[in-house]
């Protein structure tokens, strides 16, 4: 996460929390020194057993909404500094652009920065890898993953 000229006043470190599929994760704390790198991999796993054709999956994943947060650790409970939010159909499946790059590949978004947030808005740099796969229940429909 860039955010060039800012410094914070608060010392206490900071995470990303990530909301995806209905399941929260959140990185490894780091110090409050921008740039921040968050070098990790959050997995995460989900089994539609309702779904049955990949029309029904698209449509459920564009009502479903990504959130990424940008939080320091200030007392009592973390202060929210920086948020992102996107349905999770073009979280995970961006549309390809006309600029460098490969879909799927490393990306960059603008977060919203938080009222009390002082500065230009935090520029996240990341990539998602999606792998949607069959798999059969035990009743010989299949289901996706």
Do not use: W
Request: charged share 25%; net charge neutral; hydrophobic share 40%.
């Amino acid at each position: 996460i860039t955010c060039p000229g800012v410094l914070l006043k608060d010392k206490q470190e900071l995470y990303l929390s990530v909301f995806v599929l209905g399941q929260y994760k959140r990185t490894e704390c780091v110090p409050a020194v921008f740039p921040l790198f968050f070098q990790e991999r959050l997995v995460f796993e989900k089994t539609f057993a309702d779904i049955v054709d990949p029309g029904d999956l698209v449509k459920l994943l564009e009502v479903d909404t990504a959130v990424l947060e940008l939080i320091q650790l200030i007392p009592p409970a973390g202060k929210v500094l920086a948020t992102y939010e996107e349905n999770t159909r073009d979280f995970l499946f961006p549309d390809p652009k006309l600029t460098h790059g490969h879909r799927g590949l490393e990306r960059e978004i603008l977060m919203k920065r938080s009222p009390s947030f002082t500065g230009i808005a935090p520029k996240l740099r990341f990539s998602t890898i999606s792998l949607i796969s069959d798999s059969p229940l035990s009743s010989g429909r299949s289901h996706i993953q």
